[in-house]
């Protein structure tokens, strides 16, 4: 089968668009742009009104227009760019070519796998998981064969990090489908949904908070956004996604009391994990606070608030929710039973057992970063990577001497 991965892209190769994004200490912060934040606690500028309280809003991207010769657009517009983000939880694939400003997505797809599935028990991948992912990876290998894909980078994430047979997964992958997985550290991880979702926070001054709820971690950013690519002030990765923390809490799901304290337990597990991060967050008054999240959680429970009758992207990504709808559409959740939550939409079967544990993460972020609205993206590293892909491979500007020549 012919190879259809480059070789690995890391971040301080990844192009000048990935360049762009500061490159933070170990689960720490840039210590001096920091304090200087923490110190002032207000900003120069003002933002301007926001929606009126229960209105949602949204932030949109503009659409490229089509280019010709001589721009962006026009280099490489009909080479195709491929990422692959296998989590402990989903697999999915984006196919997209470059566009004037950004790029077009020509081919996408998304599966849950759960792959992380029974980990944090055994420290292993199971047989059952692997055979899952592999299943899903093969269709990701023909999608790349059938649309040509010139470049094409794809990642593991939490779960084959943790897991102690991750390398021997990854060799299977290799031969079996033919896609090299990279096992990307957290802190990349980070920074690759900052890249893929940073357009979409909602314009203001001072630091922003951008996080992604995965299915075995969850990354928290705290960035400066000032610039066309934010900075990295501060960041880190706890251990807890809708996976492991579901897993973490056994309980009767027809019970009320049983459910309530567990949800009670999630939340003070998250909260612990968060806690050094929470002591290092700047001071700010709430309502300039802003704050993105990238995930599953996010993305359903926005369906939620605006009562879909099933997922439309359309709708969801770039729109600003009030953060107290959320806590309602959580808290409304935590008390529902397994089969109650199985009857909504936009949630089903596949992710009903899961939807409270990222409830349980939402409110926890919400406690230490208590924002007003929250800005939902469905975009995260996927298209983080196509970003450093396509910057890697744009040509440079010309020279002076050689536009002469």
């Known amino acids: 089968m012919p190879q259809a991965e480059s070789p690995a892209i890391t971040p301080s190769d990844g192009g000048k668009v990935a360049k762009e994004l500061a490159n933070p200490a170990r689960n720490g912060r840039n210590a001096a742009r920091q304090r200087g934040r923490s110190k002032t606690g207000a900003h120069q500028g003002q933002r ?4 009126a309280p229960g209105t949602p809003t949204r932030i949109t991207e503009s659409r490229p227009a089509k280019s010709g010769h001589g721009d962006r657009g ?37 599966r849950v796998v759960r792959l992380g599935e029974g980990l944090g028990q055994s420290g292993r991948l199971s047989d059952a998981a692997m055979d899952r992912a592999v299943a899903a990876l093969s269709i990701c290998a023909d999608k790349l064969r059938r649309r040509h894909v010139a470049l094409a980078r794809s990642v593991a994430t939490e779960a084959c990090r943790k897991a102690s047979n991750g390398p021997a997964f990854i060799d299977r992958v290799r031969r079996e489908t033919g896609i090299v997985l990279d096992i990307i550290t957290a802190e990349e991880e980070a920074r690759l949904a900052v890249l893929g979702c940073h357009i979409l926070l909602e314009p203001g001054d001072g630091p922003a908070l951008i996080f992604d709820i995965g299915g075995g971690s969850t990354e928290l950013v705290l960035v400066d956004s000032s610039g066309p690519v934010p900075d990295i002030l501060d960041w880190m990765s706890v251990p807890w996604g809708v996976v492991t923390l579901t897993e973490s809490e056994r309980f009767d799901h027809d019970d009320p009391e049983s459910r309530a304290a567990a949800y009670t337990r999630m939340r003070a597990r998250v909260m612990d994990g968060f806690a050094p991060f ?41 729109l600003i929710v009030p953060s107290e709808s959320m806590r309602a559409i959580s808290a409304r959740l935590a008390g529902m039973s397994l089969n109650q939550r199985r009857e909504l939409p936009c949630i089903g079967k596949e992710r009903a057992d899961l939807v409270v544990a990222g409830c349980a993460i939402l409110e926890s972020i919400l406690d230490i970063w208590p924002a007003m609205r929250l800005g939902v ?10 970003r450093a892909l396509m910057g890697k491979d744009a040509p440079q500007p010309r020279s002076a001497h050689e536009q002469r020549a």
């Open 377 to 386: 993206a469905d975009r995260g590293i996927r298209e983080g990577i196509l």
């Open 278 to 318: 929470a002591r290092r967050l700047p001071e700010l008054p709430d309502a300039e606070r802003r704050l993105l999240g990238t995930s599953g959680t996010v993305t359903t429970l926005a369906s939620l608030h605006l009562d879909l009758p099933c997922y439309n992207r359309d709708a969801i990504d770039g």
């Open 48 to 51: 301007g009104p926001g929606p």
């Open 74 to 110: 026009g280099w490489n517009a009909r080479r195709a760019y491929a990422a692959i983000d296998l989590g402990t939880n989903n697999c999915r694939l984006l196919i997209a070519k470059p566009a004037a400003d950004g790029f077009v997505v020509v081919d996408a797809f998304s």
